[in-house]
């Protein structure tokens, strides 16, 4: 625990900080309000977590991890013809795998030739939402934030109708462990409409829970190289 935690815990007496809104309305009740002692302990948590996933995935042997991906990508290929009609028409955006992710990217050269427009994913303001630009097979590739391979900035810049999220860890309700910046938890809250988004993992990472706390919005569905993990009711 912090020691402003500790020393605010003291002095109070109580382990939460005071709600003066309950002065005002003594009814009153904040869906939203986050306990800061809480929210720091699920936040070191989850930093635990994404260490010990991320060790177990990079231990993964270079086969594994290639039979891994391509059960994923024959998932994804099913599950995007049958609830999308094969994205026909729309904007799909992917990612460039890094750090042991699975590799979708022979997917994204055919969806490409089937005319889907791809996009990929970038860092272009630290805190801030991720920005989506078109990515095509023939194109440069320039180094982003992580190092991660991006397009150059005068591609274009989409919106998504569909996105791809990869996890680090996953729950059954939905929700995404991630590399921790919240990128992708921005960028969700903040797109109208939201991108239908697909998370796409490991089996091996589900947890039994993330402790969600107000920021973290749910996926739509988790694939892993087993199936469909998590599908909320169609929107
Ligand atoms: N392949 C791939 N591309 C992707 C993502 C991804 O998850 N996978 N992202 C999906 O969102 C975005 C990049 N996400 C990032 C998330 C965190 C940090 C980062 O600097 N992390 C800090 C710790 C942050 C903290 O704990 O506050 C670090 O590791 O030092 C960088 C990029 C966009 N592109
Ligand atoms: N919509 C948001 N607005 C402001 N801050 C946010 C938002 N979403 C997440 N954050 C911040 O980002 C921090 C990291 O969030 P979280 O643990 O969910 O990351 P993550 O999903 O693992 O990361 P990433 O999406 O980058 O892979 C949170 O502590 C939170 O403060």
Redesign the pocket.
Known sequence: MSEDFESFRCKSGFSSPPCYAAEIAPDYFDPLAVDPEQAHDV?RW?KAERHRLRSERQALSVADRQSVGDALTRHLRRFLQDRFDGVRGLTFSAYWPIKGEPDLRPLMADLHKTGVRIALPVVETKAAPLVFRLWTPEMRMVRGDWNIPVPPPEAPALTPDIALAPLVGWTLDGY???????????TL?ALTPRPFAIGIGFETAQLATLYPQP??IALDVILTETGIKAESMPR
């Open positions: 936040a989850r995404r462990l991630g590399y921790g910046g919240g990128y992708f938890d921005r809250a920021h973290d």
